[in-house]
């Protein structure tokens, strides 16, 4: 049963579920059915979608999610950056607007699914690691700003497109005379109006005496008062008739049972983006996660998050969607208006299901210029250029990263941008690794402690070289080590024991071992004993199962006090000699 529950959140959390728990995840549902009704129909848009599989992809999904999630706040569903890669992905192999287009994004959707419930049943979840903040923090940025500059087209009510800014300036520059004024007098009130709700409503309503519970539904209802409002307008003034763009007919039904497109070719196409959405999209879902959960002293479960976001993706995959993951506006909002357990996502779900069912036809005279209005408000509040000052300050190498990473996604689209995200991330490791710092160290007088001799007025000895490795050992750093430790012995120099300081080295890899063995044996012929001390038990078992600790020129001491003690002319008596690993 325990097994069973690891697999199955619903299991635990559902056991105690309480009536103030149910109350609590009414309300929240409430509230976020009200923000997901005009949000999910345009960022389906924005992939390029029907705006039903907005909707869709936000039923089922939840529903699962609400199963197998470990979350107790994150809301899943369609978000910006995800729609925006998925509509780069599949405008490369169909055309928006037919069947095929549709069914491709249904194939990505079940591709990111399985992708993710496999990496979370094999315990991957640490590859999320492998996206820096910083890069991650710069594709979303000039993502934010790819997303809103392409919703300008319907906020001006003209015909434009590409994948980058470059190419969005080139079709939407020549076509501003061409620009719908009734249009743009929709689109920018809303955006104003948008921008206003944002900041300015809960603060004017509280100051009204409204209590803080209702002055947030009343808040998170603006972009539903912009739908309605618009919507008004266009009907009773025929503005269909004066070219502004609208949404039109909408079914009216639940999620329909969909089968996607399993033709290897589509496949090995959609791979590799459905490989890059699952990857942003995990990183997004599980920052937000584990953001809100430290807030209440929860924990999330990384591998278990990738199962209920593969899930999810697999429910949407089958019944009318496209991917999603967990969304960061939302499940604040979700966390905000109270939500206590996943049901609250089980709530909004029927929500949407009964919006489906009953409400579609409402939105028929819904201005597109007031869903790119949604859109934009939402995207720019991602964008947060205050991360190159803030990496410029504190690392240039990071700051680099990031200055990369938005160049890349604005000028080559996001699918060249998040894989120049992911390869500039690892590159980035890589470069910090393969220069560990590595410390000269003396003993700090009347102590046991040793300390770097630039940075503490500490004792040392001219026949002993006592270096503190602060960096895991492994091919890329191998030969750095080598060369750091032949550097410091100078032509003539007295050394005549080298001690590595073992305290940082959590591993040491095959091609490190060899690099410490050809140092031993370079050493050797100058007459010098290489030692090892504080050595952590994992890595000691390791070089224990060669044959380096055998040969080794020198001996391996439990701390460096001990090989202090032995070594050093001006050391204490010796007492045993303590081969063993810390």
Not at 247 to 269: E, K, N
Not at 276 to 303: C, H, M, W, Y
Not at 452 to 461: E, K
Request: hydrophobic fraction near 50%; include cysteine; proline fraction near 5%.
């Amino acid at each position: 049963m325990q097994g069973l529950r690891q697999y199955l959140p619903i299991l635990d959390w559902g056991r105690s579920y309480s009536r103030n728990q149910l109350s609590n995840d009414l309300v929240a549902a409430v509230i976020v059915t009200i923000m997901l009704i005009p949000q999910s129909l345009a960022y389906a848009l924005l992939a390029g979608l029907p705006a039903e599989a907005g909707i869709y992809a936000s039923i089922v999904p939840i529903l699962l999610y609400t199963v197998f999630g470990t979350s107790r706040s994150l809301a899943v569903g369609p978000v910006a950056v995800v729609s925006l890669l998925t509509a780069a992905a599949i405008s490369d192999v169909a055309q928006q607007g037919t069947m095929g287009y549709a069914a491709a994004a249904l194939t990505l959707a079940m591709l990111s699914g399985a992708m993710l419930t496999v990496m979370g049943l094999f315990r991957l979840g640490f590859l999320a690691n492998f996206l820096s903040h910083p890069v991650i923090a710069g594709f979303i940025t000039a993502s934010g700003l790819l997303i809103a500059a392409s919703q300008l087209r319907h906020v001006l009510g003209v015909e434009a497109g590409g994948g980058t800014l470059i190419e969005l300036g080139e079709t939407l520059l020549p076509q501003l005379s061409a620009t719908n004024l009734v249009t743009l007098a929709i689109g920018l009130p809303a955006i104003g109006f948008l921008f206003w709700v944002r900041k300015g409503l809960k603060p004017m309503l509280r100051r009204a005496g409204l209590g803080p519970r209702l002055a947030d539904v009343i808040a998170k209802a603006g972009p539903v008062a912009a739908v309605v409002v618009t919507t008004v307008l266009t009907w009773g003034l025929g503005l269909e008739e004066r070219g502004v763009a609208i949404v039109g007919a909408v079914p009216q039904a639940l999620p329909p049972f969909t089968l996607p497109d399993l033709s290897p070719a589509l496949i090995s196409q959609l791979f590799v983006p459905a490989l890059l959405i699952s990857i942003i999209g995990f990183v997004e879902s599980i920052s937000v996660a584990q953001t809100l959960a430290a807030r209440k002293g929860q924990r999330i479960n990384p591998d278990q998050e990738l199962i209920g976001l593969g899930a999810a993706n697999l429910g949407a995959a089958f019944t009318g969607g496209y991917p999603v993951t967990g969304g960061f506006a939302r499940s604040v909002v979700n966390d905000d208006a109270g939500a206590e357990t996943p049901a609250a996502g089980a709530f909004t779900a029927l929500g949407l299901a009964f919006a489906a069912a009953f409400l579609t036809p409402l939105v028929y005279f819904l201005p597109k210029a007031t869903l790119a209005a949604t859109i934009i408000v939402a995207v720019l509040g991602l964008v947060d250029f205050s991360i190159l000052r803030r990496t410029w300050a504190y690392s240039r190498g990071d700051f680099w990263a990031v200055a990369a990473t938005i160049a890349l996604t604005l000028g080559f689209g996001v699918e060249t941008g998040v894989s120049a995200g992911v390869l500039i991330s690892i590159l980035l490791h890589l470069l910090k690794t393969s220069k560990p710092h590595v410390a000269e160290v003396g003993l700090v007088p009347d102590t046991h402690h040793f300390r770097n001799i630039d940075r503490h007025p500490v004792q040392s000895d001219p026949t002993l070289l006592s270096l503190r490795v602060d960096e895991s050992l492994y091919f890329v750093n191998a030969r750095f080590l080598e060369d750091c430790v032949m550097n410091r012995l100078a032509e003539g120099s007295p050394v005549e024991n080298v001690v590595l300081m073992f305290s940082a080295v959590n591993a040491v890899d095959f091609s490190a071992l060899e690099s410490l063995e050809a140092l031993d044996a370079t050493l050797r012929r100058r007459g010098i004993k290489l030692h090892l001390s504080e050595v952590k038990g994992p890595v000691m078992d390791r070089l224990k199962g060669s044959h380096f600790i055998e040969h080794l020129s020198g001996e391996v001491f439990l701390s460096q006090y001990d090989a202090w003690c032995r070594l050093a002319r001006q050391g204490q008596t010796p007492g045993p000699v303590k081969a063993a690993a810390e």
